[in-house]
């Protein structure tokens, strides 16, 4: 069964810092897409990232990476340069087969 | 623009009431999906379908049914709505998984916020 893992319910950081964001994952299926999404209050779900599991290198999107250790199943996202308008939820979420299964979220808060 | 549209966004309904949630997206996607996304516990997968007329239990199928009768439309139905299904509902839609090949992401509609008293 898929499994997605996020331990940090939340994460405070101090403006124009990077965060990283953890992801774990646990699969038994060689191909799989890794992805992650920004929830901000207003409640629409945002695409950010994708990693497939055959990429050799680490996913980017401006100031969004993915740091994909695929030997730990780990897929972090790395937000460089903070903003106040990354304060949102940020949920990591992986397919390999039919289901699309997410974590249960962190919290990010950036303080001026 | 991609659109997944969610039938409402604040809905309220007795206890017992039976509950449609309807979802329409206008990309042509072969995969649809109806989660619940509650305080602490993130997104969890209710029923997806990968055709029409195709469906799947999620991990937390209970107490729910899902219809597909055309490919745009995928209908979240309570038979009878309880206290505890009072959540926020969410839909998306995506192209067919192609393994790791391609990205498949996942768009989503707006949400419905269902209250069940």
């Known amino acids: 069964a898929q499994k997605i893992t996020q331990t940090q319910p939340g994460m405070f950081v101090q403006e124009k810092e990077a965060v990283t964001l953890d992801c774990t994952y646990d699969?038994?299926?060689?191909?799989?897409?890794l992805f992650w999404y920004k929830q901000p209050s207003s409640g629409e779900m945002i695409f950010l990232i994708y990693?497939?599991?055959?990429?050799?290198q680490n996913a980017t999107e401006g100031r969004y990476s993915l740091n994909f250790q695929k030997a730990r199943k780990s897929a972090n996202l790395v937000i460089s340069a903070s903003q106040l308008g990354d304060s949102a939820m940020y949920f990591c979420?992986?397919?390999?087969?039919?289901?699309?299964?997410f974590g249960t979220g962190t919290r990010l808060t950036i303080i001026p | 623009d991609v659109k997944v549209t969610q039938s409402s966004r604040y809905l309220v309904k007795r206890t017992g009431e039976k509950v449609f949630l309807e979802c329409v997206q206008d990309?042509?996607?072969?995969?649809m999906f109806w989660y619940r996304q509650d305080p602490g516990l993130g997104l969890r997968l209710i029923y997806f379908?990968?055709?029409?007329?195709?469906?799947e239990k999620g991990d937390i199928p209970e107490g729910y049914s899902v219809s597909r009768e055309k490919k745009e439309r995928f209908s979240l139905i309570l038979e009878s709505a309880s206290t505890n299904q009072t959540s926020m509902y969410l839909c998306?839609?995506?192209?067919?998984?192609?393994?790791?090949?391609?990205?498949?992401?996942?768009?989503f509609g707006q949400g419905t916020r269902l209250t069940v008293v």
């Open positions: 990309m042509d996607h072969e995969n």
């Open positions: 979420a992986m397919r390999d087969d039919l289901k699309l299964t």
């Open positions: 379908s990968y055709d029409v007329k195709m469906k």
């Open positions: 998306a839609s995506s192209l067919a998984f192609a393994g790791a090949a391609g990205n498949t992401e996942a768009f």
């Open positions: 990693q497939g599991s055959y990429d050799q």
């Open positions: 699969t038994s299926d060689p191909s799989y897409g």
